[in-house]
């Protein structure tokens, strides 16, 4: 084949390689077609460089000849797909390498817009909703949202402690918190004083329709809602219902009076019961879920637990 010289149509790397069609040894172009690319040319100083075609996905590279030979060749385009599948899935897409030229990150773009580094296995992670992402402006503005809603204003988080964030309280008072506790009210002020009494706690039931699995969750927190909507990590689109709350003096006498209607519908009612493997890790717990058949008999434990422990006249404060 006579040789003919011209310029690569397509960038790699950010430059349009030279590319010499001709004189491809045919060691080369079989060593190349094994590993599931096609020889397009000869490129580089010398033309000891040939141009690459995948035969997956046509992306082209450059590679040496003796890597075609005997190394292993990876297309990056291939390498890459299962991570922008997964950040595609989030809303999310890779928009660059790491400027820092680390190969393990990327910047991605989240679906607010702004952007992120992030490293390639940490994106498929975050997809199959094993860690949460976000991006330091959105995070602020719910920090700020989360402080705003018990009387106080964020600032920026703290310079010395992770996980912790500084705050003015609506007196003018500049303090130190933990996130998760200004998250859930938790977070007495300095000036003006803690409230006082004893940290409550209460007995729910929780409605969660699952897909094809309608189920109810009996258990005691003193902070049911954030434990709804939070804790139990059930999907944002799974419909969920406080159908019902009884506060508690304590959090020793929710715990042991839920302890009884648990022994009680397991004991007298084991049908009711949902097992674990049926609704997996929809919910994050490994048991305390009924089927909806339960919930009279559950409402008349919770009339009993109520009738013998009357629910606080004033229910304490949980902010020490």
Known sequence: MPKTTMTYPFKIKGTYPPLTLGDIQDNCREAADQKGFVVLGLGGEKRQTLVLGCRTCGEPLLRRTNVVLGNRIECRSCV?????????????????????????????????????????????????????????????????????????????????????????????????????????????????????????????????????????KLGHSHRHLDRLRRDLKIEPDVHTEVLRYHPMRTKYLARTQEQTAHDFLKTRHPEWVVPKHLFGDAIAVKSEIYRPEALPTIHRLLDDIAERHPAPATIPDNSD
Not at 89 to 94: E, H, L, P, S
Request: charged share 20%; hydrophobic share 30%; net charge neutral.
């Open 80 to 216: 890459q797909k299962p991570y922008k599948i997964a950040a595609e899935r989030i809303g999310a897409r890779m928009i660059s390498n790491d400027p820092e030229g680390d190969r393990h990150y990327r910047i991605w773009q989240l679906s607010c817009g702004h952007t992120v580094r992030l490293q390639l296995g940490q994106m498929l992670k975050v997809e199959q909703g094993l860690v949460d992402v976000d991006c330091v402006q959105c995070r602020h503005s719910r920090y700020a949202n989360e402080a705003e809603a018990h009387g106080w204003s964020f600032l920026e988080t703290s310079p010395s402690q992770q996980g912790y964030a500084i705050y003015r309280h609506e007196c003018g008072v500049e303090h130190e918190a933990h996130i998760g506790n200004m998250r859930v009210g938790q977070c007495a002020c300095p000036e003006c004083g803690p409230k006082k009494g004893p940290v409550s706690s209460g007995i729910y039931v929780f409605r969660i329709d699952l897909p094809g699995l309608p189920v109810v």
